[in-house]
T-cell receptor
Framework: GDSVTQMEGPVTLSEEAFLTINCTYT??????LFWYVQYPGEGLQLLLK?????DKGSNKGFEATYRKETTSFHLEKGSVQVSDSAVYFC????????????FGKGTMLLVSP | DGGITQSPKYLFRKEGQNVTLSCEQN?????MYWYRQDPGQGLRLIYY???????QKGDIAEGYSVSREKKESFPLTVTSAQKNPTAFYLC????????????FGSGTQLSVL
């Protein structure tokens, strides 16, 4: 079945550092890929998405590129802030009929001043 | 403001007791979902509903039940058959054609006394 694998956290960075959170997936066909973010005590919010190979999703300074050849969708940000501290979830949707999202286990990011 | 409201924020269950978690949305979304979140395990789908009076089992439906009598409401009952109910429960909704963009509530933490 479909699956998403994320790097284990926590990822601990200082403010203004460069962020990469790795995400790889296993799926048949051509899924859509997503990053969701969960701030402390809240539900998840969609951060960005990409629907086909080589697409780049971006939002709030975060970017991720859909790499079909490496089945990856790594999340990056050039300069993190303390307010970026949260749990980040990679997810996929198979794009076949009515399907639900498959989420990774989440990666906690902690940014210190 | 439109959104998803989950209640209560914290809930305690005694052994052998059924408890019901509330989820209400005023976004006019067709689809609604229940996820369970355990530390280090990400989100797992319990049940989902695409339209009123219809719902489908997700990956971990055993020990849970749902109803969808109204478009805006999707309550989840955790029955006594669920032997390990302690978790954070998240409700979400989405709307075609952008059904992969899930809007989440702020969650209910269920604990066993």
């Amino acid at each position: 079945g479909d699956s998403v694998t994320q790097m284990e956290g926590p990822v601990t960075l200082s403010e203004e550092a460069f962020l990469t959170i790795n995400c790889t997936y296993t799926a048949t066909g051509y899924p859509s890929l997503f990053w969701y973010v969960q701030y402390p005590g809240e539900g998840l919010q969609l951060l960005l998405k990409a629907t086909k190979a080589d697409d780049k999703g971006s939002n709030k300074g975060f970017e991720a590129t859909y790499r079909k050849e490496t089945t990856s969708f790594h999340l990056e940000k050039g300069s993190v802030q303390v307010s970026d501290s949260a749990v980040y979830f990679c997810a996929l949707s198979p794009n076949s009929g009515y399907s639900t999202l498959t989420f990774g286990k989440g990666t906690m990011l902690l940014v210190s001043p | 403001d439109g959104g998803i409201t989950q209640s209560p924020k914290y809930l305690f269950r005694k052994e052998g007791q059924n408890v019901t978690l509330s989820c209400e949305q005023n976004l006019n979304h067709d689809a609604m979902y229940w996820y369970r979140q355990d530390p280090g395990q990400g989100l797992r789908l319990i049940y989902y509903s695409q339209i009123v009076n219809d719902f489908q089992k997700g990956d971990i439906a055993e020990g849970y039940s749902v109803s969808r009598e109204k478009k805006e409401s999707f309550p989840l009952t955790v029955t006594s058959a669920q032997k390990n109910p302690t978790a954070f429960y998240l409700c979400a909704s989405s709307m075609s054609p952008d059904r992969e963009k899930l809007f989440f509530g702020s969650g209910t933490q269920l604990s066993v006394l």
